[in-house]
């Protein structure tokens, strides 16, 4: 086993890149409805559907990334990798156009919530590929709420490079540790079954509640601090059960074997490589998580407009080393007992909650959305302007969640 925990670790440690050639890259999933008020079918010979949306958006999309589904039928644009936010924003921007045009043009309507405000998931299609089919099943089985999360949830996933080996667990730690802070500020689910969710951070729960040996915050498994937490990382890896594999054939099939014994017969198999372990990298569904990046999960689909501001939190937070250092002070002085409490605080929207030090979630809040601004400064390339006017209105007005449920819904037709 040790041969193959090496493996991966060169694997993930040969996807480092020099301070100049940092990028960051978006993963934007977008429900969609018809102008009626009904979730868009999967397919469809009468009426438009998410397959042929997809399909005409590859068709046009020329450079700007790509196009796939999400197992309910969401549409997720993939971005390119930038050195900047202007970039990643001009690119976001040309997607958007690309997006409501084609959209427009097939009499549908894109839904900018975290969570789909009307149906639930019996009510929603699921793509006909293989690995969805065996997920879907075995979610039924865990009866948590894995087919919420499958078919009925959108979010932003923002993906950074790293520099090291330190850059690397310097940021997954910062991002574990920060998870509660993304949760309520990008908090953008503000109905499930047309009915308000109150206080709940309702996109949050459900991945919480998906299934607890491969989602939640790294410090739910034991990596609770940065010291080897790249093994650490590996060792929660090797012991997760896989929800599918492949098999000789190159067959996608059922699997509840560790993840570790897989890779053990890949390599007696000698069919152990690079791309075999990437395949099974993304079967971890932590709030942050190592593949080839560093992708941080955290954050509900934004309203229009504020697409880029997570991109923008985490880039503030993450890859200023000076803003970063004054995080990990921070972060590294809280007892697990503090950073259990802090966890806790993000399945709720109640900023009185109590968070560590005995100070309130909002004042962490505030505390830690001020020094992504401050990170953003400190790069020197004019991007707070990415994350200060949505980091501002949502100080004043609380998450997205709980303003729009004070207003009439507009989801339905």
């Known amino acids: 086993m040790l041969n193959i925990q090496n493996k991966i670790k060169s694997f ?22 018809s102008n009626n008020g009904l979730r868009l079918p999967i397919e469809s010979r009468t009426v438009s559907n998410t397959k042929t949306i997809t399909e005409l958006l590859n068709n046009k999309k020329g450079l700007n990334g790509f196009y796939t589904m999400e197992p309910g039928g969401q549409v997720e644009w993939s971005s390119p990798p930038f050195s900047n936010l ?20 097939l009499k549908s309507k894109i839904i900018y919530f ?28 865990i009866d948590g709420a894995g087919r919420w999360m499958m078919r009925n949830t959108a979010s932003i996933q923002v993906n950074i490079d790293f520099l090291s080996l330190g850059d690397l667990e310097d940021m997954v730690f910062v991002a574990d540790c920060l998870h509660p802070v993304a949760s309520y500020l990008f908090a953008n689910s503000p109905y499930k079954l047309t009915k308000g969710n109150q206080m709940k951070n ?54 509840n074997r560790k993840i570790g014994k897989i890779l053990e ?9 690079d791309k075999e372990i990437l395949y099974l990298l993304r079967q971890i569904f932590t709030n ?22 997570p991109a923008a939190f985490w880039t503030g937070v993450l890859t200023d080393i000076k803003t970063r250092k004054k995080i990990l002070s921070i972060c590294s002085k809280w007892t697990e007992r503090e950073r259990k409490i802090f966890n806790r605080c993000a399945l709720s929207l109640d900023k009185n909650n109590i968070g560590p030090d005995g100070e309130a979630y909002f004042s962490w809040i505030k505390c830690f959305g001020d020094l992504a601004l401050e990170g953003l400064v400190n790069r020197k390339l004019g ?29 339905s037709a």
């Open 288 to 309: 942050v998580r190592i593949k080839n990046v560093v992708e941080v999960r955290g954050s509900d689909r934004p309203p229009r407009g504020f697409e880029i501001s």
């Open 12 to 33: 993930i440690l040969s996807k480092c890149v020099d301070p100049e050639n940092r990028m960051i890259g978006i993963e934007e999933e977008s429900i969609l409805y």
């Open 86 to 105: 202007n970039e990643l924003f001009s690119s976001m921007e040309k997607h958007n156009r690309l997006f409501e045009s084609v959209v427009s043009k």
């Open 383 to 411: 991007e707070e302007k990415f994350f200060e006017s949505f980091y501002n209105y949502v100080i004043k007005n609380e998450p997205f969640s709980l303003q729009t449920q004070d207003k009439k819904p507009t989801f």
């Open 202 to 255: 309702l996109r949050n729960i459900i991945w919480h509640n998906t299934d607890s040996e491969r989602c939640r915050n790294l410090f739910d498994h034991g990596i609770t601090n940065k010291k080897n937490l790249l093994e650490q990382y590996i060792e929660l890896f090797l012991k997760t059960p896989a929800i599918f594999e492949i098999d000789l054939d190159k067959n996608v099939i059922d699997s």
């Open 265 to 273: 017969d890949y390599k007696k198999s000698d069919i152990f490589s």
């Open 114 to 141: 975290g969570l789909d405000p009307q149906f639930d998931p019996d009510a929603v299609d699921l793509i006909d590929d293989q690995k969805y089919k065996i997920m879907d099943q075995k979610m039924k089985k």
